[in-house]
């Protein structure tokens, strides 16, 4: 029997007390507001309700494959609707940050290719300009144009995999993954003749890198960067301009531009959103400030925006790096005072962070003047930029939080750490 | 933007009460702290989000770091006069005080709106046992939520305010916090009825004797 009239809603609109049993902010809490505030945060009604039916949790993962990685997302539906999502992570947790505090400086670099195993190189380089603050070591000008080449193909890389990746998300099975898998595996021939590693390349030292590129290397670089603008135009034939796809991903998982800044989500999710914020041109760090490119943004700030802003990324990656091919300097690509090995910094600290493929990577150091860092912390942009999961999921199906995931392109190596 | 002396001196003018305190990095870095106190952590914080000219509207990065108690050995010279006449003798003093131990959190701020930063704030907890907690800064950044969480998680430093403090890389029945420079870890991290091997080794220390009552041991962290 109803205790109130059958067109009163009002209880969607306030929150519910949680149930005795759900310790009060766990996952299992549905009156708990992720922003604490209840007019603000996700609100959910009773969970047993006998009109409008019972609230449904489901977790999704941790092995799911939508979920890229072990990831678990514990979502409460009302009927077909997310009303509530809570992340849950950690499946992959190794206390990098420890394993680096008890390694020396050094020890540290092949430790980084293993947070984001799809863009080592740019992992690598931030971990080295951290170190390089640190200590206040120059580059040769020779290195910072590898570096930009390197990371320039990781950017090539990671987007065309992430457009892969999300359109299987969204039901284009196969085709799309193919495709961009071809291309990365192109890239990845290169990394694998330049440094003798596919993925975990551990290339960049503390004032340059570690093998200079051959003459050979550098015209397959850029007959490989030369072609990518044609596949790019094959890829987008098939799937910028495709109804199903625009149908599927247009107003999405929207993010606002205010709270995705308040959220520190960076990268292209942030640029998506219409923020111009790219620590490329910010920073000015490396060689960058001698390119010109440009920063493209979105309007909207959905799933097909995030997308779009990773193609249009891609096209200007082409750019820098055809210009990085022409300016590439003869010279060292290591400081000659550069000190690797038994290298002891003087006590200080350093926030060093690079726009990696993903967003900010930014590493800090704290050194006590000892061969360890004494703090080595990791800023790892799929961690911060999973914050606002929620928040674009709220109101939307189960099937659109597979994809507004797939959008915030995550790796759990990183997340997880 | 101003330089950290600077934005302390305004920070002290418009919060008369507050302590901040700057700390200074030596390194060629020279990224230096603003150390807050935390009555006034979050008005400063809030401020330095709205201000026009700071507006520091992204916290980038949010981490913990852990320091314990140390022993500082200070030696003093004095000169006492030799009672036989001849040259004054130097007479070496040590003294050993002990550091108490603390934890810290720190917080870097970057302007989005104006490109600019670091500013770094820093948070000191009383110790390392019963006194951990420091306000969150979650209501000021949002980023901060997942961060908070982790140096929570990693550290045990509790957040008063935010929102939904669980632990985040960790499972939720783990005891212990592994970030700190004095963890021990379990032996094992899967439980087996009969240690053998290294593992054996390892327990060895903790069971010297098998008819004692086992002391309670990190080993309980695992289960």
């Not at chain 1, 170190?131 to 990781?154: C, D, M, N, S, W």
């Not at chain 1, 799309?176 to 990365?184: D, G, N, Q």
């Not at chain 2, 420091?134 to 140096?151: A, G, H, K, Y």
């Not at chain 2, 916090?177 to 087996?192: G, I, K, L, S």
Request: aromatic share 8%; charged share 25%; net charge negative.
């Amino acid at each position: 029997m109803l205790d109130r009239p059958m067109n009163d809603r009002t209880q969607l609109l306030t929150p519910q007390p949680s149930s005795p049993l759900a310790p009060a902010g766990s996952s299992l809490d549905l009156g708990h507001s992720p922003l604490g505030i209840g007019a603000a945060g996700a609100q959910v009604r009773a969970v047993h309700d006998e009109f409008h039916g019972d609230l449904l949790e489901v977790s999704m993962g941790p092995h799911h494959p939508s979920t890229h990685g072990v990831f678990r997302m514990i979502v409460t539906l009302d009927g077909e609707r997310i009303v509530k999502l809570k992340p849950v992570f950690g499946y992959l947790h190794r206390n990098h940050e420890k394993l680096g505090e008890n390694t020396s400086y050094l020890g540290s670099m092949p430790y980084t290719d293993r947070l984001d195993y799809f863009t080592s190189m740019t992992n690598n380089w931030a971990y080295a300009i951290a170190v390089e603050k640190l200590a206040g070591q120059p580059v040769p000008e020779r290195a910072e144009y590898l570096r930009v080449i390197l990371a320039e193909l990781t950017r090539l890389l990671n987007h065309t995999c992430l457009a892969g990746f999300l359109m299987q998300d969204c039901g284009c099975s196969g085709t799309p993954l193919m495709y961009a898998f071809r291309e990365r595996e192109k890239i990845l021939d290169l990394f694998e003749a330049l440094s003798g590693s596919r993925m975990m390349c551990n290339y960049q030292r503390f004032g340059g890198c570690r093998v200079d590129a051959s003459p050979e290397w550098l015209a397959t670089a850029r007959r490989v960067s030369d072609n990518y603008g044609a596949f790019l135009d094959e890829f987008e034939a098939l799937l910028t301009g495709n109804e199903i796809i625009m149908a599927r991903t247009q107003g999405i998982g929207t993010l606002s531009s205010a709270l995705a800044v308040s959220a520190g989500v960076t990268g292209p999710m942030l640029r998506a959103s219409g923020v111009n914020y790219d620590l490329r041109k910010v920073d000015a760090y490396g060689v960058y400030p001698r390119f010109e490119f440009r920063i493209p943004l979105g309007d909207h700030g959905d799933v097909y925006d995030r997308y779009m802003i990773r193609v249009l990324e891609m096209r200007e990656s082409i750019k820098i790096l055809q210009q990085a091919f022409d300016g590439l300097p003869a010279g060292p690509i290591m400081d000659p005072k550069a000190k690797l090995r038994g290298f002891r910094p003087k006590p200080g600290e350093a926030y060093g962070r690079i726009e990696g493929p993903k967003g900010e990577i930014g590493f800090y150091l704290i050194s006590d003047g000892s061969p360890n860092p004494y703090r080595y912390r990791v800023r790892a942009p799929s961690f911060v930029n999973l914050t606002i999961l929620e928040d674009m999921c709220l109101g939307q199906t189960v099937a659109d939080a597979v994809i507004i995931l797939g959008s915030v392109d995550i790796v759990l190596g990183e997340v997880d750490r | 933007m101003d330089s950290a002396e600077q934005l302390r001196d305004r920070l002290l003018s418009l919060f008369p009460g507050a302590e901040i305190t700057l700390i200074t990095n030596p390194g060629p870095a020279a990224q230096h702290g603003l150390l807050l106190d935390h009555a006034h952590a979050r008005a400063i914080a809030k401020f330095l989000r709205d201000d026009p000219a700071l507006q520091f509207d992204q916290c980038s990065n949010v981490t913990g770091v852990d320091w314990p108690e140390k022993e500082i050995v200070e030696t003093t010279k004095t000169t006492e006069p030799d009672p036989a006449g001849g040259p004054p003798k130097v007479v070496e003093q040590k003294t050993k005080r002990i550091q108490p131990g603390y934890l810290e959190v720190v917080y870097h701020l970057y302007s989005i709106a104006l490109r600019h930063g670091p500013v770094i704030l820093r948070l000191h907890t009383g110790n390392r046992t019963d006194q951990v907690t420091v306000p969150s800064l979650t209501p000021i950044w949002r980023s901060c939520e997942f961060q908070e969480r982790e140096v929570f998680d990693l550290f045990g430093v509790f957040f008063a305010g935010h929102p939904d403090l669980r632990r985040i890389l960790m499972w939720d029945t783990f005891k212990d916090h592994p970030m700190r420079r004095d963890y021990v870890e379990p032996d094992d991290y899967e439980w087996e009825p009969t240690p053998h091997g290294v593992v054996l080794e390892k327990a060895k220390a903790h069971f010297p004797a098998p008819a004692a009552v086992p002391p309670p041991t990190p080993a309980a962290n695992a289960q």
